[in-house]
């Protein structure tokens, strides 16, 4: 059993800040790419930043300069520290990571999702 279990959303006013962490936990023998997406109303899924075992990351356009996703391996958590968030930025937000477990077998976790709410 893997689970990953996500903190940090809430409300916040248009141009403040939020930090969201995940943290994995379970039979986990390694962990590959991990990332967050985040998800509007009546939409699919969409990538929000993800970073590989090694640290290297990549960000959706909309959130380059304001987003920052970092990881620590030793916690088994991913973090995405939010900036200048906008009203658009207003959406569930979850967790995802390749994790090979301890039998081997490698799988795509999911997190709960966490609500981001930018409003004044």
């Known amino acids: 059993q893997v689970q990953l279990v996500e903190s940090g959303g809430g409300l916040v006013q248009p141009g403040g800040s939020l930090r969201l962490s995940c943290a994995a936990s379970g039979n986990i023998f390694s962990i590959n790419d991990m990332g967050w997406y985040r998800q509007f109303p009546g939409k699919q899924r969409e990538l929000v930043a993800d970073?590989?075992?090694?640290?290297?990351?990549n960000y959706a356009d909309s959130v380059k300069g304001r987003f920052t996703i970092s990881r620590d391996n030793a916690k088994n958590t991913v973090y995405l520290q939010m900036n200048s968030l906008k009203p658009e930025d207003t959406a569930v937000y979850y967790c995802?990571?390749?994790?090979?477990?301890?039998?081997?077998?490698?799988?795509?976790?999911w997190g709960q999702g966490t609500q981001v709410t930018v409003s004044s």
């Open positions: 995802n990571a390749g994790i090979l477990t301890t039998m081997r077998i490698e799988y795509d976790y």
């Open positions: 970073i590989t075992s090694g640290g290297s990351t």
